[in-house]
Nanobody
Framework: QVHLEESGGGEVHPGGSLSLNCAVSGRTSTDRDIRGWYRQSPGRQRELVAVVAGDGWKQYADSVIGRFTISTDSARNTVDLQMNSLQVYDTAIYFC?????????WGQGTQVLVSS
């Protein structure tokens, strides 16, 4: 079984920054997993924000390129998302994601609210 636990959400003004952290536990491998972050805002489908593979390959949503940075820490077994220049449209629940050899797993989500 794999468990993902997010932290770091909150409220920020436009232009501000937040850092999201996802602690991964269970039968996983930073070398073989694909890990990342998705988000969902009211009335919209869950969408990819950023993902990273074990070989370092990364993919970002067009709307976050240049503002968000995804990273992994194999020692702490985490996947982190640094979000800068946040805008109102970034408001959503952010979900940690891991695609492992045993399946796809999701965290419970953490709220990010960008408001003036």
């Amino acid at each position: 079984q794999v468990h993902l636990e997010e932290s770091g959400g909150g409220e920020v003004h436009p232009g501000g920054s937040l850092s999201l952290n996802c602690a991964v536990s269970g039968r996983t491998s930073t070398d073989r997993d694909i890990r990342g972050w998705y988000r969902q805002s009211p009335g919209r489908q869950r969408e990819l924000v950023a993902v990273v593979a074990g070989d370092g390959w990364k993919q970002y949503a067009d709307s976050v390129i240049g503002r968000f940075t995804i990273s992994t820490d194999s020692a702490r077994n985490t996947v982190d998302l640094q979000m800068n220049s946040l805008q109102v449209y970034d408001t959503a629940i952010y979900f940690c994601y891991a695609a492992t050899e045993s399946g796809v797993y999701w965290g419970q989500g953490t709220q990010v609210l960008v408001s003036s």
